[in-house]
């Protein structure tokens, strides 16, 4: 076997893997709250193993979108957040930290903001840091 044809397989094996989608903010709506994606510095992704993606406008709405079965978890390739620090940047879950900010309002009230782990939180509202189970179990409190 040729070096270039296994570096070939490769690149083919990579560019069929799911993948996140930009989410384009002012144009999509939240495929669980059906509200209109507006504020680019929240939002969150589901890509499922057949590379579908759910968008969502808030944490809280992608946690509330699983927890209703309306996506099986056992087929989810990956989840998303957008990086409150670069606005419409979308990280991947385990590369995120979250914030809770009650005095940054978050489009669903939950009040909490991801950015990418190890980045320089200059700037940036100032608040608690919470670990995704802690922002999980205050969506589902929140949840009516």
Same mark, same amino acid.
């Given at each position: 076997?040729?070096?270039?044809?296994?570096?070939?397989?490769?690149?083919?094996?990579?560019?069929?893997?799911?993948? #996140?989608?930009?989410?384009?903010?002012?144009?999509?709506?939240?495929?669980?709250?059906?509200?209109?994606?507006?504020?680019?510095?929240?939002?969150? =992704?589901?890509?499922?193993?057949?590379?579908?993606?759910?968008?969502?406008?808030?944490?809280?709405?992608?946690?509330?979108?699983?927890?209703?079965?309306?996506?099986?978890?056992?087929?989810?390739?990956?989840?998303?957040?957008?990086?409150?620090?670069?606005?419409?940047?979308?990280?991947?879950? =385990?590369?995120?930290?979250?914030?809770?900010? #009650? =005095?940054?309002?978050?489009?669903?009230?939950?009040?909490?903001?991801?950015?990418?782990?190890?980045?320089?939180? =200059?700037?940036?509202?100032?608040?608690?840091?919470?670990?995704?189970?802690?922002?999980?179990?205050?969506?589902?409190?929140?949840?009516?």
């Amino acid at each position: 076997m040729k070096p270039w044809s296994v570096l070939l397989g490769i690149a083919l094996l990579q560019a069929c893997a799911p993948a #996140p989608e930009p989410i384009r903010f002012g144009e999509e709506t939240c495929v669980y709250c059906r509200m209109g994606i507006a504020d680019p510095r929240y939002g969150a =992704e589901i890509v499922t193993r057949t590379g579908r993606v759910y968008k969502f406008d808030a944490l809280e709405c992608m946690i509330a979108f699983e927890d209703a079965g309306e996506v099986d978890s056992a087929q989810v390739h990956s989840r998303w957040v957008v990086d409150f620090a670069q606005p419409g940047q979308l990280i991947r879950l =385990e590369e995120a930290e979250f914030v809770f900010a #009650p =005095e940054v309002p978050s489009p669903m009230g939950l009040n909490v903001y991801a950015v990418k782990r190890s980045a320089s939180r =200059e700037g940036l509202p100032p608040g608690q840091p919470v670990s995704w189970a802690q922002v999980v179990q205050m969506a589902r409190r929140a949840s009516p």
